[in-house]
């Protein structure tokens, strides 16, 4: 039985590194990767995520070495990639309260629901790769929530990266409106590594000052009670394990995150970094 790995990617721009560093730990652990978008798109990684000489304003220095610019542009420019699987062909969307003939749309949408829960049955884990273009597509994407839900079900690991851990703050169970995050111990993008201004993404001129939302504050309220978001700034990297989430702060995080996605995979780890 083939091993597989769902990858899921923004329309508006990947970063280079943080599908690379995943991607490089299935490959050499023999997993199959699946690739997704939104609404089946080929995805681009950011520029600045294949330029060596990039400084990150908040860091005050460059963040992509040149043996990973290179790798990561070849990946881009590959054909693998070339393919994806659409989320809006494959989830249903759920339904306005006010759509005509809502009560059967609705039962509708469950019974696609039971259907998603089965196919999850061929895949090992779910990666959410991170940069700025999970804002637009991914972090309030209702499809995105639902197969979150769906792996959290089916009790399998799930990697996000940098922005794309405010999926898993937003996928909640309509009826207790509870983030899956609930108590779990997280990492993420802190307050003191986001741009001030310069937040840009891929297929639009749109370019913002800061990003639209702190995403520590959201994890921070996500994981109450009993949770904790963990920054760790000034530290060189920042992953954590929290069965069935492994988070990743930002881009230097990207390789071990996949290192640990193979240990959650292979030796059932559980818990690492808090």
């Known amino acids: 039985m083939s091993k597989k790995i769902l990858f899921i990617l923004s329309e508006y721009g990947y970063w280079g590194e943080e599908l690379l560093g995943p991607l490089v730990a299935c490959d050499e652990w023999g997993y199959q990767p699946v690739f997704a978008t939104p609404t089946g798109k080929r995805p681009h990684a950011l520029p600045p995520s294949l330029d060596p000489g990039y400084v990150d304003p908040p860091l005050g220095r460059t963040v992509t070495t040149a043996e990973v610019a290179v790798a990561a542009r070849e990946l881009d420019e590959s054909t693998r990639l070339d393919q994806p699987l659409s989320l809006a062909g494959w989830l249903p969307e759920r339904p306005y309260l006010s759509d005509a003939g809502h009560l059967r749309r609705l039962e509708s949408y469950h019974r696609e629901l039971a259907e998603v829960d089965e196919d999850i049955a061929g895949y090992d884990a779910l ?61 993420g993008h802190p307050k003191e590594y986001d741009y001030k201004d310069g937040t840009g993404f891929l297929g639009t001129d749109f370019v913002i000052g800061p990003p639209p939302y702190p995403l520590e504050y959201i994890l921070r309220d996500a994981t109450a009670p009993d949770g904790f978001f963990h920054g760790n700034v000034g530290r060189d990297t920042s992953v954590l394990v929290d069965y069935p989430f492994i988070t990743a702060r930002s881009t230097p995080d990207s390789f071990l995150a996949g290192r640990k996605l193979i240990e959650v995979l292979e030796s059932g780890l559980r818990r690492f970094g808090w």
Request: glycine share 8%.
């Open 127 to 187: 990666v959410i790769v991170g940069g700025s273009g999970p804002i637009v597509d991914l972090a309030n994407n209702g499809r995105v929530h639902d197969l979150v839900l769906a792996f959290v079900r089916a009790d399998k690991p799930i990697v996000a990266e940098c922005y794309g851990v405010a999926c898993l703050a937003f996928a909640r169970d309509w009826d207790d409106r509870r983030s899956v995050l609930r108590s779990k111990h997280v990492t």
